[in-house]
């Protein structure tokens, strides 16, 4: 594919759709430009098996929108996930480097195919192009929590201590364990007992439905609200984190931890049973920098907050010779 003009001062952002992908990538490319193109990739077989390592033929890999990823390039492509690194890869590749390329999220394979990987500190990659923060990229701030208590303004109402409880569910093929959903479950009732106020859950496209009775019996007579996806409001996630007082949430989910903690609250979780070891040191290093606790825990009302995609965006600026947006 020859190269053509670049078209200035643009933006792709490349995932596979997944909601977590995209919150990274939208975040980081957010932060650096309001020039964004949004791509979603979706590969065909044998490309999704290997990438994001290339197979000859790699402008057949794509089984939908086969148009998106052609000149004019981009000044920047930034990309989260396996299927998202086989593009950027590709449209560097393509462009004969002129677009270039960021990707979120350890590839798992030598950095230098890109011009930038950031990937969290937990996954420990390493490299001269790769930049380590603690959690996972997202667009929480001061502005953002205020733009969220205005698209929530009822909560107010909500009486406090307002508790947000923020579900994930299963992860890369393990399923939930039940059990230790409900000593969550049951460790959230008795800190309410003991405190009062009210209990705001929010469970997310990977909390099976199996368990929401479970989750509905444990909180029916609980100040507050359940909601789950397919209920007719809309998601209250935004509101409850820019309202809450403090946070649960269940240790499975980098991004729910990483934006929870970068709302200044105290956040606590609770770990049944030991965890993946790249998860593990990311509890170790939340804990470490007095960010998470126990569930049980007593804290200080406001916490050290977690906010790195503004120190992310300055850091492929200078390293990519970017002018300010």
């Known amino acids: 594919m020859s190269a053509h003009p670049l078209a200035p001062g643009s933006c792709w952002v490349i995932t596979d759709g997944a909601a977590g992908n995209r919150r990274q990538a939208l975040a980081l490319a957010e932060a650096l430009t309001p020039s964004i193109r949004e791509c979603v990739v979706d590969l065909r077989a044998p490309w999704s098996w290997f990438a994001p390592r290339l197979l000859p033929g790699g402008h057949m890999a794509l089984s939908s929108n086969g148009d998106s990823l052609r000149a004019p390039w981009p000044t920047l492509v930034i990309g989260c996930g396996r299927s998202a690194a086989w593009a950027t890869r590709q449209v560097r590749r393509w462009s004969d480097g002129r677009a270039l ?82 000593a969550l479950l049951e460790a959230v009732k008795q800190r309410h007992a003991r405190e009062g106020g009210s209990v705001m859950v929010v469970a997310s496209r990977r909390t099976p439905s199996s368990i929401l009775p479970m989750v509905r019996a444990a909180f029916h007579d609980v100040p507050g609200f359940i909601w789950a996806p397919g209920d007719d409001d809309p998601n209250p996630y935004p509101g409850v984190l820019a309202w809450a007082d403090r946070l649960v949430v269940t240790p499975d989910s980098v991004n729910m931890l990483s934006e929870a903690c970068a709302t200044g609250r105290p956040v606590h979780t609770l770990v049944a049973g030991s965890l993946p070891a790249k998860l593990e040191r990311f509890h170790a290093e939340l804990r470490a920098t007095r960010r998470l606790h126990d569930i049980e825990a007593s804290t200080p009302p406001v916490q050290p907050v977690l906010r790195e995609t503004a120190w992310v965006a300055a850091q492929v600026r200078q390293h990519l010779g970017l002018p300010e947006s």
Do not use: C, E, Y
Request: hydrophobic content about 45%.
């Open 101 to 182: 390329a960021v990707q979120i999220l350890d590839p798992r394979l030598d950095p230098g195919h890109w011009d930038l990987v950031v990937a969290p500190k937990h996954d420990q990659l390493h490299g001269d192009n790769v930049l380590t923060p603690l959690g996972s990229l997202n667009p929480v701030d001061d502005a953002w929590l205020a733009d969220a208590r205005d698209a929530f303004p009822g909560f107010a109402d909500v009486p406090g201590p307002r508790l947000g409880v923020l579900l994930g569910g299963a992860r890369h093929g393990a399923p939930v364990d039940v059990a230790a959903m409900a």
